[in-house]
Every structure is written in structure tokens, then in C-alpha cells.
């Protein structure tokens, strides 16, 4: 028996609402899981309120916190220092369950912060190398976010400031090693630099330095009211400074250090502006 349009019409339409009933109740049961989810976490049972977490991501894949909660609880389950396979198996996880948010997010943060810090603990050796040529992981993660179109102006900003700091870290690591407090004739002491004999490390810093710079002054360019950009360019000028000295090229580190000044105002400027101005009216009692 051939069913007519009316009839059609009516087995599509109890069609629809038995589909959107199921993920009604799907979103209904996916709330329930987050809630328990909660209860574990409190309680520090961080690997049932995983389970729970996964679950709430299947029974609800468009839910917003599920996916969170999912990476915070594998966080957290993740001990530093711990180098056991089945510990990093663990921060592995949680990367990439944070990467999965930040694919859809981009602009957020704890996902960011998460995966930055999670990097830095998994390869600690990359974090605190100085290799031109080779930045490791993390140093990667964070330049996705400066290249990031789809990143806010002020988050890029921020990306490529914590870039130019890696730089300048690796140039004052050089720096610092070569200097010497000098006492004058008067008694007085002067910070005198003194170019290292392996001129490979002088060239090194010079490139670090140098790249540090050009960073910081992207940051500058994306957001120019940024302070954090503006005392990254101090921190890199004042680097220049330093190895302009190395080489004994007096004038040029001269012109460092103006610049440098000029830089460092600007941070302050910034930082004043964004600071509240105390009421000249006394609360009331």
C-alpha cells in the first residue's frame, strides 16, 4: 500500500522529533556527566572524572566545556618531573586534547598556556637551549600563535613579545658571562663587557639579538600600545648596547642606549596609562 504525501509528511516529522528528543536527552545526559566530572575533580579522582569527561564528549561532541574539562582532568593527572613512559604518555594526552581546543578556539588562552607550559615540562632541554636554527616545540606552539590571523591583535602581540624574550635570554646569556665590574681611579665602578674569545658565541648573541629585536618589533606593530612589546624592545636594545661595547664600537652603543630610553618611556607611558588613577574623593564610611 502506497503511503500518501500527508502520510510521507508525518513519518518525517515523527522522524525529527525522535532524532532531536535523542540529542536532547544526549545534552541532558552529557550534563549529568559534567557534573560528576566536577565531584571527581574535587575530590582528586582525576582518572574516573576522565572517564567521565570522555563520555560527556561523546554523548554531546558540540558542547563547549566538555572538551576542557576533558584536557583538565588528563592534566592534571600528569606529575612533573615524573619521566616514567605511562607520565608522559599523560602530558601527550592532555597537549593534545588542548590542541583540539584551541583548533576550534583559537583565541583561548588556558589552552595556549596549557600546551606552552606542558611543552616546556616534556622538553625541558629544548626550552633552555639556544640553537638559531632549532627552536624546539614550544618555541613552535607559540609562533602558530603569532602567525595566527585568526588570533586577536593583542594575543599575537603578546606571542611574538614571548618569543623576542627567548632571544634576548639567549643573547644576555652570553653577556652576562663576559662582563666585569671595573673600579676607577675616583672609586667609583663601571660595568665594562668584554668580547668573548670563541667569537662564535659573540656572533650567536649578535643573531639572537638581532631577531629578538625584529620580533618585538612585530609585537609593536600588531598592537602599539602594548607594554609588554615596548619593554621587550628595551630589554633587546639594551642587548645591542651591550655587544656594540663588545666589539669597542662606542658610537654605536651610544645610539643603543637613546634609543633604549626612548623605548623604556614609552613602557612606562603605557603602564601608567593602564594603571587606575587613585580617587582624590576618600571612600565613604
Known amino acids: ?8 509528511g508525518l513519518l518525517a516529522v515523527i522522524a ?12 541532558i545526559r552529557a550534563k549529568n556527566e559534567l557534573n560528576q566530572v566536577a565531584q571527581n575533580y574535587k575530590d582528586k579522582k582525576f582518572a574516573e572524572a576522565e572517564q567521565h569527561a570522555r563520555k560527556a564528549v561523546e554523548l554531546d561532541p558540540d558542547n563547549e566545556n566538555a572538551p576542557l574539562f576533558l584536557a583538565r582532568t588528563i592534566h592534571a593527572q600528569f606529575r612533573k618531573g615524573d619521566t616514567t613512559p605511562e607520565n608522559l604518555a599523560k602530558a601527550k594526552d592532555a597537549i593534545e586534547a588542548y590542541q583540539k581546543i584551541a583548533a576550534r578556539d583559537p583565541n583561548n588562552d588556558e589552552a595556549f598556556s596549557a600546551v606552552t607550559i606542558l611543552l616546556g615540562q ?33 594575543k599575537r602581540s603578546d606571542a611574538f613579545a614571548i618569543l623576542s624574550d627567548k632571544d634576548w635570554q639567549c643573547s644576555i ?55 609588554k612589546a615596548w619593554g621587550q624592545k628595551y630589554k633587546l636594545l639594551q642587548e645591542a648596547k651591550k655587544l656594540a661595547l663588545m666589539a669597542d664600537d662606542k658610537d654605536k652603543a651610544a645610539q643603543y642606549a637613546k634609543q633604549a630610553e626612548e623605548a623604556a618611556n614609552k613602557s612606562g607611558e603605557l603602564r601608567r596609562q593602564a594603571t587606575p588613577t587613585p580617587s582624590a574623593t576618600p571612600p565613604s564610611t
Not at 17 to 25: E, F, V
Not at 129 to 144: L, R
Request: proline share 4%; aromatic share 6%; net charge neutral.
Open 122 to 154: 616534556l622538553h625541558p632541554d629544548e626550552a633552555n637551549k639556544c640553537d638559531f636554527d632549532n627552536s624546539g616545540e614550544q618555541v613552535k606552539w607559540v609562533e602558530q600563535r603569532a602567525n595566527n590571523e585568526a588570533v586577536s591583535t593583542e
Open 173 to 227: 646569556n652570553v653577556t652576562d658571562a663576559n662582563k666585569q665590574s671595573v673600579q676607577k681611579p675616583d672609586g667609583s665602578v663601571f660595568i665594562q663587557y668584554t668580547k668573548p674569545k670563541d667569537t662564535k658565541l659573540y656572533d650567536d648573541a649578535v643573531k639572537f639579538m638581532t631577531r629578538g629585536l625584529e620580533r618585538a618589533e612585530k609585537a609593536i606593530s600588531i598592537n602599539p600600545n602594548s607594554e
Open 1 to 8: 500500500m502506497k503511503l500518501s504525501r500527508t502520510g510521507l
Open 16 to 27: 525529527l522529533i525522535s532524532t532531536s528528543g535523542c540529542s536532547y536527552i544526549n545534552r
